[in-house]
């Protein structure tokens, strides 16, 4: 599939990934973080991450693999950020795989 039609279908991932956010309540729970320190804080922020790929990957694999592996392309292709509190392209990329065969 050619690159541009790849990312026609990452907004739908994202829209998914941003929606976990608020099931998961991150932004709650991680504002309550602050006090165990900046270590705690990226940790939590990591797994925040890839817990909104997962959620999004399971929502998304039935009806719109394409999103999914849109997803995927985007975070191989790009220099996603990646920061203490990101995780790499690479790892988002293994966790979105491990989710889609997941219950």
């Not at 599939?1 to 998961?24: D, G, N, Q, S, W």
């Not at 990591?46 to 694999?61: G, S, V």
Request: proline share 3%; glycine share 2%; charged share 20%.
């Amino acid at each position: 599939m050619r690159p541009e039609l790849k990312l026609t279908f990452y907004p739908r991932f994202l829209i998914a990934h941003e929606c976990a956010h608020h099931v998961y309540r991150h932004l709650t729970h991680l504002g309550r973080a602050e006090v165990f320190g900046i270590d705690v804080l990226n940790h939590m922020l990591r797994q925040a991450e890839l817990d909104a790929d997962c959620f999004a990957t399971k929502a998304l694999r039935e009806h719109d693999i394409e999103a999914v592996r849109s997803a995927q392309w985007v975070f191989d292709n790009s220099a996603a950020i990646t920061s203490a509190s990101h995780p790499s392209g690479m790892e988002r990329v293994s966790h979105i795989e491990l989710c889609l065969h997941q219950q």
